[in-house]
């Protein structure tokens, strides 16, 4: 069973940045697939960025160009790199991991981007 903790969220204004990280408790971290969702309020879960055990990203296009998904597997820990932040980047962010039919979650940050 492999544990995830998000931590960096926050309040920025408009235009700055903030990094999220999401730390694994298992050792066999570099197996997984992982990716960032995020949930604004009063709508669904949606995907933010993907990156594969073999470091292949993906990102939904609102996000292209100004988050960056990364990974380092000698420290279980995923990051989301988040620049030109907007206030509809405001949501809950959730940290994924995946592996087969293996699929668990974080518990979420907070990320609040002011106008």
């Known amino acids: 069973q492999v544990q995830l903790v998000e931590s960096g969220g926050g309040l920025v204004p408009a235009g700055g940045s903030l990094r999220l990280s999401c730390a694994a408790s298992r050792s066999n971290f570099k197996i997984l697939d992982l990716g960032w969702y995020r949930q604004p309020p009063g709508k669904e879960r949606e995907l933010v960025a993907t990156?594969?055990?073999?470091?292949?990203?993906n990102y939904a296009d609102s996000v292209k160009g100004r988050f960056t998904i990364t990974r380092d597997n000698a420290k279980n820990t995923v990051y989301l790199q988040m620049n030109s932040l907007k206030p509809e980047d405001t949501a809950v962010y959730y940290c994924?991991?995946?592996?087969?039919?293996?699929?668990?979650w974080g518990q979420g940050t907070q990320v609040t981007v002011s106008s």
């Open positions: 990156i594969t055990s073999a470091a292949s990203t």
């Open positions: 994924n991991a995946r592996f087969r039919a293996y699929d668990t």
